[in-house]
């Protein structure tokens, strides 16, 4: 049986069709609409036209930038927010006439590292990506943890700053508006008057306003990492997203995290080997 496997982002969705060897026989890459019902049309018609390339039976899984309810199947927190309050498998399910699996964008990702890329060899996989936004994903002996209310991982969300910034989940402080793409963006933005890409600068970092950049970046990642070790301890952490892309991240970043914590740590913290398709792997797997 082929596997399909669809990484639906805040900015491009891809498809990947895979044989029962991992071969690729097609994939594709479109922008993400802005709105939910062409979301659905561009995806059905996403799945069809890969599904084309082949008379296999095709299983289909989907990572999804959100989390949803287990009893409801609602979306009740994503970044992009056309999706909050819609039963998305079932709407698509009835589209396309076929049963599909879905999970979070960030449990896709670690999935896909722990079987075929950086963390092959570990039992206890954190999967971290900060990207648009910030999330993780658990995989414990090949195994996705989901947890109770199916948002096991979701340290993007805990504050790190009590009376910080105001977080689009509605609380104050979450590493989100730290270390995300976007909220690094806007501190350079407010220290430097520039407003630019983030790999537009991150490389060439010059003045005492770059340097107070990378100062909170590296404080707010390293009290934001330290949380989640000291909580799950894991055998090994593997960094996605495209801020994943900063090498600092991996010896500053690093020392920034063990200066936060309380013992001394040893945990392997590594770039992604999967690149921008670990989502769709990730998705194929499920």
Partial sequence: MNKMGIDFGGTKIEGILLDDNFNILERKRIPTPSDYDSILNIIENLIFDLKNKSNDLTSIGIGIPGIFSCNTGIINHSNTSCLIGKSFQKDLEDLIEQKISIDNDSNCFALAESKLGAAKNFDVVLGIII????????????????????????????????????????????????????????????????????????????????????????????????????????????????????????????????????????????????????????????
């Fill in 131 to 286: 990207g648009t936004g910030v999330g993780a994903g658990i995989v414990i002996n090949g195994n996705i943890m989901k947890g109770r209310n199916n948002f096991s991982g979701e340290w993007g969300h805990h504050s790190i700053h009590p009376n910080g910034k105001l977080c689009y989940c509605g609380r104050t402080g979450c590493v989100d508006q730290y270390i995300s793409g976007p909220s690094l963006e806007k501190n350079w933005t407010e220290l430097t008057g520039k407003k630019e890409h983030l790999s537009d600068f991150v490389h060439n970092i010059e003045g005492k306003e770059a340097f107070e950049w990378k100062s909170n970046f590296l404080k707010n990642f390293g009290i934001g990492m330290a949380n989640i070790i000291n909580i799950l301890d894991p055998d090994v952490i593997v960094l996605g997203g495209g801020v994943s892309n900063i090498s600092f991240l991996y010896d500053e970043g690093v020392e920034s995290i063990k200066k936060e914590l309380s013992f001394t740590q040893d945990t392997p913290i590594l770039k992604n080997q999967l690149g921008d398709s670990s989502g769709v792997f990730g998705a194929c797997l499920l």
